[in-house]
């Protein structure tokens, strides 16, 4: 499987061997290595962006190599994130700030990835409240039907009713935040990623 973006500026592969993955990275000095081959600074950034260089977005394919890396890697492992550019653009400004602008993003990516993840948490509460009054208000009907000797089958259906209306928040709580969480760890272990020159 390969990914990159038209025009080779960013490139992975990887091959598969029977079931077996063979990843392109690399390591040097016992870190990983994630290599981005540029012929402009810019094209790192998304061109429609109008914000000051060290504040702009980073170009959406940019960013998934990055985090895809990461993912693959795994967020705890020692990464470097090595750009190849051509010896005129290595001494621009733009290129010296590579590092503060790469930071810049991931840090706020993390942030906004925070503030989604307390966001779903938050409204798994409301959720499991509204599911726990509706239960309530089941078990409470099913029981005035049961007292009244009639209904049988609309009293158990209540019961069941009941027990599903909680089901949605039981899985945010259980699973849904999860996804969110892992994406933190990486955009955190991003924003922190020693960046090259070369």
């Not at 063979?22 to 994630?34: N, V």
């Not at 840090?107 to 307390?118: S, V």
């Amino acid at each position: 499987m390969s990914k990159g973006r038209v025009g080779g500026a960013y490139t992975r592969g990887v091959s598969r061997t029977g079931s077996k993955q063979h990843s392109a990275y690399r390591r040097e000095d016992g870190c990983w290595l994630i290599e981005l081959r540029l012929r402009e600074v810019r094209q790192l950034f998304h061109h429609l962006d109008p914000a000051p260089f060290r504040q702009k977005d980073l170009d959406p394919a940019a960013e998934a190599y990055i985090e895809d890396a990461i993912r693959e890697i795994g967020a705890g492992q020692r990464a470097r994130l090595v750009i190849h550019l051509p010896a005129p653009e290595c001494s621009s400004e733009e290129a010296r700030s590579l590092q503060e602008s790469i930071a810049n993003y991931f840090g706020y990516r993390t942030q906004q990835t925070r503030i989604e993840l307390g966001r779903l948490l938050r409204l798994a509460l409301v959720n499991l409240g509204i599911g726990l009054a509706f239960l309530a208000a089941c078990l409470w009907l099913r029981r005035t039907l049961l007292a009244a000797g009639t209904y049988e089958l609309l009293a158990e259906g209540l019961l069941i009713i009941g027990w599903v209306a909680l089901w949605r928040p039981v899985e945010m709580f259980l699973y849904d935040w999860w996804p969110l969480l892992r994406r933190l760890r990486r955009l955190a272990a991003i924003s922190r990623i020693p960046v090259e020159v070369r």
